[in-house]
């Protein structure tokens, strides 16, 4: 990270956060990139740096921009921000990501946004989403933008909130991003043979327009659920299936910001997927996900203690470290990040540090944003870091649920059966259209059993289907078209 590069003056610059040391080591090192925002970087598994951007460039490890790695997000801001004022890309938190292409060593997909700005009236539209392609096998392993810019959504989209999820396969990734101001997602399917399934899904609320921009959108650890903050907003929760890549179900968690309405809000969950952080300017808060009431488990777990130099040192972007420990950006442009240090732990044994991370020069406003790289397949999930507490906590998993729906896509008539070892009391199959509306629920008594469901008064398109447990655990869920 960092900004405003100077040779000659080495309180400002690029700053290095290397978790290959313990802790991590935070050290100063010069590059001719500056960052605001926009920031995103890859290792390979042994925790060597291949490449990053700042949204303008894609530079290798030698902080040399790799060929072909200029002009990333073409268009009038790229010029305002990159070339005049030479500032690094404003595309926001969370605005790009780097994916490695299943099945293949060595070569990435960079997904960013590009913003376009407007004059009359003054506004900001983030509307192309983009993938570049890297392969780090070319010049001798220096690496090659080899696709540059490539445009696979042309929308207007939110700000930043580009979220990833490895498939139910462990190995594919699941690709989220919401429309501006939207319930509406757009999910992209990621394989080895680059974007190959794109569909749009409306769920849940609409979030306040006043707090565009300032929120963040992270899944847990184990890929089940989306949490997305919007200032005005409750926590949106979102589950969702890894295998069909849909969201399932939805809820929200009203929560209590205090005096901090005006401020950002950023999330993050524990390794262990128990505990929701919500950093709110001057006020860090911890939720149990595991209570019954979890508003009510609303505690405070830090207060910023007044720290200033120059800019106050509160809590903004959150990120889940690899060594299992939660890293909260400091302010806008500040030379800190605080430390969560055992955020699997209750109250204020969670152990929060502030400025537990210091940096020599500006941090550029930008923390890079990670998906949970290690996630495996369903039946063998793994843990997402390497721990320095207990992350054995999952809720156990017992029996195989099979849920089979036919003909798809279908005309008159679908048909589910399903066998659901563990089921106690009746499950629910219950579908919705495309906006979310409940077109058909049936209750399903026993273990096993097969159902039909007549579709010959539906409109034509992508429908949604969810299994529920007696308990409302979902048990299967998937997409189907009718013709």
Same mark, same amino acid.
């Given at each position: 990270m960092g900004d405003d590069n100077q040779l000659i003056d080495t309180t400002h610059g690029g700053?290095?956060?290397?978790?290959?040391?313990?802790?991590?080591?935070?050290?100063?090192?010069?590059?001719?990139?500056?960052?605001?925002?926009?920031?995103?970087?890859?290792?390979?598994s042994a925790g060597n740096l291949l490449f990053y951007t700042n949204g303008c460039v894609i530079a290798g490890a030698d902080d040399a921009i790799l060929e072909n790695g200029e002009g990333i997000n073409p268009g009038n801001a790229h010029t305002l921000w990159c070339d005049q004022y030479n500032d690094g890309y404003a595309g926001g938190p969370a605005n790009s990501l780097i994916l490695p292409v299943p099945d293949s060593s060595g070569v990435y997909y960079l997904f960013h946004k590009r913003f376009t700005l407007l004059f009359n009236p003054t506004d900001a539209i983030r509307d192309k989403f983009y993938y570049t392609k890297v392969d780090m096998h070319q010049n001798s392993g220096k690496g090659k933008v080899v696709e540059k810019n490539a445009v696979f959504m042309s929308d207007t989209l939110a700000r930043g909130e580009i979220a990833a999820v490895k498939h139910a396969n462990g190995k594919d990734w699941w690709l989220v991003t919401p429309r501006r101001n939207s319930n509406q997602f757009y999910i992209f399917k990621f394989t080895s043979q680059g974007v190959v399934d794109t569909f749009q899904q409306t769920i849940g609320i609409l979030p306040n327009p006043e707090g565009e921009g300032f929120g963040q959108m992270v899944f847990s650890p184990d890929g089940s659920k989306l949490y997305r903050t919007y200032r005005y907003n409750p926590v949106m929760v979102y589950s969702f299936d890894r295998e069909a890549g849909v969201f399932t179900q939805f809820d929200t968690i009203p929560f209590n910001y205090g005096d901090q309405l005006i401020g950002e809000i950023g999330c993050a969950i524990s390794p262990n997927n128990r505990y929701l952080y919500l950093s709110c300017r001057k006020l860090l808060f911890q939720? /149990?996900?595991?209570? =019954? /009431?979890?508003?009510? =488990?609303q505690i405070t777990v830090a207060e910023w203690d007044g720290f200033a130099n120059p800019f106050p040192t509160m809590f903004w972007q959150c990120q889940l470290g690899p060594d299992c420990k939660i890293y909260v950006m400091a302010g806008g442009d500040t030379r800190y990040y605080h430390v969560i240090h055992n955020p699997d732990e209750p109250g204020l044994t969670c152990n929060v540090e502030q400025r537990g991370v210091k940096f020599q020069t500006p941090t550029g406003a930008s923390m890079p944003s990670f998906p949970n790289y290690r996630l495996g397949p369903l039946d063998n999930p793994g843990v997402p870091c390497t721990a320095t507490v207990s992350v054995n906590n999952f809720p156990p998993v017992s029996g195989k649920n099979t849920v089979q729906v036919w003909p798809n896509p279908a005309t008159d008539e679908l048909t589910l059966s399903y066998s659901l070892p563990q089921a106690r009391g009746e499950s629910r199959l219950i579908l919705t259209d495309l906006y979310g509306r409940v077109v058909h629920e049936?209750?399903?008594?026993?273990?096993?059993?097969?159902?039909?469901?007549r579709t010959d008064g539906w409109a034509a398109g992508v429908y949604f289907w969810v299994l529920l447990a007696a308990d409302s655990r979902q048990v299967g869920a998937g997409r189907v078209v009718k013709q």
């Open positions: 700053g290095l956060l290397d978790f290959n040391f313990n802790p991590p080591k935070a050290s100063y090192r010069y590059r001719d990139h500056n960052m605001y925002t926009t920031n995103s970087s890859v290792c390979d939720m /149990d996900l595991w209570a =019954s /009431d979890i508003s009510s =488990s049936t209750r399903l008594q026993g273990a096993s059993g097969r159902v039909a469901v």
